[in-house]
């Protein structure tokens, strides 16, 4: 057993690694007793056997920039007793070798590293060899170095992280202003209206902004849509904001052909102001309605504003054209939110008129129409 042990241990090859059992028989009080031991013999490769070699490339360009720090690793296997350093090619005078690490592995080789620190970068260290050199009595092995300047240089980090958080504040700046002009884009035109002082009626040459089309038949159940087409609408939108509305009523001379004299003032018109109601689709009405319709869609000369006086829940009653235009809108009268001339329904009522500089076209007392109440 110690020749097979001492054999094992002067010559053994990897393929003689396994599991080896010692046998032996040990009489005790004239019995025989066996004893068995088993040993797992591993081979390992001797550390004069372990080549040299570094880890990665052969040749690496590193980009740097200039009064900058950089450390170049070099990494190598070799055995306990092999050498690594660096060879410095240029005498720039900023470059030094730190501390080299070694690891040894469960195999008997040795992991090694060691950086090479080049403070304060400059001209000289660019474009030279910086070598790394692993050696031993195996071989032999070298890796080499080149810095070359960045052409854009890197972000520093607290730079890119100022830099997101503005840019994340920013996007949440620019969505906040397009909710807010969504919501308030009605307010917004008004203003840059009245601050840009436009004026769309001057060279249409047209007379009136709005031509009023309302149910004319005075009855009790429709007494308050017609005092509000012919006495609200002309007070605020005349006598507050300079509009000139034309209300056949009121501005037309009874005893001429009525259907060519409503035509012609829709053509003199710039809007068709519609006061909708159940009743509204009757037969002295709905030529006004006709006709405005044939200006909008075929003339394009006149935008139509619905206005929902009372709820109206079904609107077939209404000329199926009317759906062909984009340019129409419909605006609900609510008495007890819309009295106030800062109201949403007057604000919305106003954008969809033409802009015009506020010049009060009547005082208030005089755009009351000469009509009985119903």
């Known amino acids: 057993m110690n020749d097979t042990s001492s054999s094992l241990k ?9 599991y080896y059992t010692c046998m032996f028989i040990i009489h005790r009080n004239g019995k025989p007793f ?72 469960s195999k ?21 060899f910086y070598n790394c050199t692993v050696f031993s009595e195996k071989g032999i092995d070298t890796k080499s170095f080149i810095l ?36 308030y884009r009605v307010d917004l035109a008004l203003f840059y209206r009245r601050f840009m002082g436009r004026d769309e009626t001057l060279t249409d040459g047209k007379t009136y902004d709005a031509f009023v089309s309302y ?3 005075c009855q009790p159940e429709n007494g308050e849509e017609h005092s ?23 501005d037309v001379v009874p005893g001429g052909a009525v259907v060519d004299e409503i035509h012609s003032l829709i053509e003199q018109s710039r809007r068709l102001i519609v006061v909708l109601s159940k009743s509204y689709m009757s037969n002295k009405v709905r030529y006004e309605l006709e006709s405005g319709l044939h200006e909008a869609l075929v003339e394009r000369k006149i935008k139509i504003i619905l206005i929902e006086f009372t709820p109206v829940n079904d609107f077939t ?35 969809l008129m033409p802009a015009k500089t506020v010049n009060p076209y009547r005082e208030e007392s005089k755009v009351l129409p000469l009509l009985p109440h119903c």
């Open 317 to 351: 009653f209404l000329p199926q054209s009317l759906k062909l235009l984009k340019s129409h809108r419909v605006l609900k009268w609510q008495a007890d939110k819309s009295r106030s001339y800062n109201s949403r329904f007057w604000k919305n009522l106003l954008y």
């Open 148 to 183: 070359l300047k960045k052409d854009h240089p890197d972000i520093p980090g607290h730079v890119f992280t100022r830099g997101m958080i503005i840019a994340i504040w920013l996007s949440g700046a620019v969505v906040c202003l397009v909710i807010v002009g969504v919501i």
């Open 34 to 105: 066996t004893v068995t031991k088993t040993y797992n013999i591993t081979i390992v490769e001797g550390h004069s056997n372990v080549v040299p070699a570094i880890l990665g490339e052969d040749l690496n360009h590193v980009g740097v920039e200039l009064g900058k720090d950089v450390e170049l690793n070099c990494s190598a296997v070799l055995n306990e007793k092999g050498l690594i350093y660096w060879d410095i090619h240029n005498d720039s005078g900023n470059a030094h070798e730190e501390k080299e690490t070694r690891h040894k592995s």
């Open 228 to 250: 509000f087409a012919v006495e609200t609408l002309p007070r605020v939108l005349e006598g507050r904001f300079g509009y000139k509305l034309c209300i056949f009523e009121r």
């Open 215 to 217: 149910l004319k038949e």
């Open 108 to 128: 008997g080789k040795w992991s090694v590293s060691r950086i090479l620190k080049i403070e304060n970068i400059n001209e000289k260290n660019l474009n030279v």
């Open 10 to 18: 002067k010559n053994a090859e990897f393929k003689d690694q396994g």
